[in-house]
């Protein structure tokens, strides 16, 4: 009820996703709505690094079933032998230590907890491989939510094992990185496969970041904010008239 009342004196709705707007455009095929989506305001220049080990970053907040690295550990459990670093950054469940003791890979988790954001941007350079993860198994289907996190993962041109459900955020990596592994099935091997074969690269010396400039183009904060001013023109001009 409050929704309809807000939604029928609204000139404009603007949402962050595609699957958002089509959502939306289901329910209010009249009203007038439009997508900007979130996007990134540093502008990195992204650099190889070499490090003793291959570190797999995650940034931000894992929160154990919607935000879960259980099968990135199970397919770190398989490497054990290979020189591999899991560095969490930021706020994370309590229980994610012992889920790793269960995989026998204590020793190859690193918790760093909250950190100021340029600091987590700086740990996101220094990192060899990024990590996204979106919602558990038992609710894979589709989302129309994209993960802040994955403009300023994508800015880098950096690798990222993306653990996700088909929708936006999936459609996301397959668009704009050519290096990732989008992962959008329960196959249990499919992550194990993907840290597989960019270990294999990060070993040989062929891990390099592949930045896309369309992408860079494209959702940077100036050309957001483009897009939000052409919408205060496309109703000013409405109600003018």
Known sequence: ?????????????????????????????NMNITTITNGFDYRSISSVVRN?????SHVGHLYGLQRDPERLFAAMAKMKDCRILFRSIG????????KAARFGIEDMIEI????????????IQASDVLFLSQLAYFDRHFSISIANKSYEYLETGKPVIADLPEGDNADLFRTYSSNSYVITDKDPEKIHHALKDVYEKWSSGNLKPQINPAFIDRFNGQALTQQLA???????NGINR
């Open 52 to 56: 003793d080990r291959m570190i797999i």
């Open 112 to 123: 760093t907890g909250n950190v100021p954001h340029e600091q987590a941007l700086a740990h």
């Open 1 to 29: 009820m409050v929704e309809r009342y807000v939604l029928k004196h609204t000139d404009c709705l603007i949402v962050n996703t595609k699957g958002g707007e089509e959502l939306y455009k289901a329910h209010y095929n």
């Open 230 to 236: 052409e919408v205060f023109d496309f109703v000013l």
């Open 91 to 98: 706020d994370t469940y309590k229980g994610i230590m012992g």
